[in-house]
């Protein structure tokens, strides 16, 4: 009879943790599944622009501002997805699962927004969706710029970074994500939109005390930043937005990403009345 060494078995997920395989396979689902979801949000809009197509042929400012939050919301998910394919190697891990649980939670709530039914076109909300998810998506990918390739999606350590929007608060990019939430509940306006929120911000919260811990032991200088810079949310949430334009480097980046975001929704707004026929 066959004797099952649980000694063995004890000590074989911190080795698998260490190897590139479980590193490159744990980025595949979310990538996915990301994708996925953006690929039936996209695939339902198109049909819409097809079944009616006189709408999106000379659009008016209610379609027009609709279509920018669709957009803009596209562009959100597909930031979501790209930024795990370029990460570091981590150089620490949480050594209990429940982090990594949480973790998976924060990053898959997201884009289960755009599963829900979405609210009749409103132009006051779809514009103020509009407005926030634009900012959220800029702030997003400046704020992953001074990430670089140290981002993490599990609770790991790769290189503490405490310059641009992570010298106002510690976890810029989780407020980041909030907020492009928020946008995109505008779009949605029900309790089940309000219900994912709510849970996707207590996830984000419980992942962000869970990656501090694995930096805490990872970085001796962590504690002293820690007591220095708020967790989430600044003292003066004015000094957060104003880091875009005051730091140098923040500056420029920003600017960049505004950009391309605007021409990529000059591009959808054109594209689309020409889908439509």
Not at 17 to 39: C, E, F, H, K, N
Not at 45 to 66: L, N
Not at 172 to 197: D, V, W
């Amino acid at each position: 009879m066959a004797v099952v060494d649980f000694a063995a078995l004890r000590t074989l997920r911190p080795r698998l943790d260490q190897t590139r395989l479980y590193d490159w396979t744990m980025r595949i689902p979310i990538v996915g599944y990301s994708l996925l979801v953006l690929a039936h949000d996209v695939l339902s809009f198109c049909a819409e622009a097809a079944t009616h197509p006189a709408a999106f042929r000379e659009p008016d400012s209610g379609v027009v501002v609709t279509m920018l939050a669709r957009v803009s919301q596209w562009m959100f998910i597909s930031l979501l997805a790209i930024l795990p394919i370029f990460r570091l190697p981590p150089v620490r891990k949480s050594d209990q699962i429940w982090p990594r649980f949480v973790a998976l939670a924060a990053v898959s709530l997201i884009p289960m927004f755009m599963l829900l039914e979405r609210a009749p076109a409103n132009l006051a909300f779809n514009s103020a969706s509009v407005l926030i998810g634009l900012v959220a998506n800029i702030m997003s990918v400046v704020t992953v710029s001074f990430l670089g390739r140290s981002l993490s999606v599990m609770p790991e350590a790769r290189r503490l970074v405490t310059s641009g929007p992570y010298a106002v608060v510690r976890h810029p990019l989780y407020l980041c994500e909030m907020l492009g939430a928020t946008a995109m509940i505008l779009q949605y306006r029900s309790m089940a939109a309000t219900g994912l929120f709510t849970v996707m911000v207590a996830a984000q919260v419980l992942r962000g005390r869970a990656e501090e811990a694995v930096l805490a032991r990872a970085f001796p200088d962590f504690s002293l930043y820690r007591k220095r810079t708020p967790f989430l949310l600044p003292g003066n949430p004015a000094r957060l937005l104003t880091v875009f334009v005051v730091d140098p480097a923040a500056r420029r980046r920003s600017a960049l990403v505004t950009g391309g975001t605007v021409a990529a929704a000059v591009m959808a707004l054109v594209a689309v009345p020409l889908l439509a026929g």
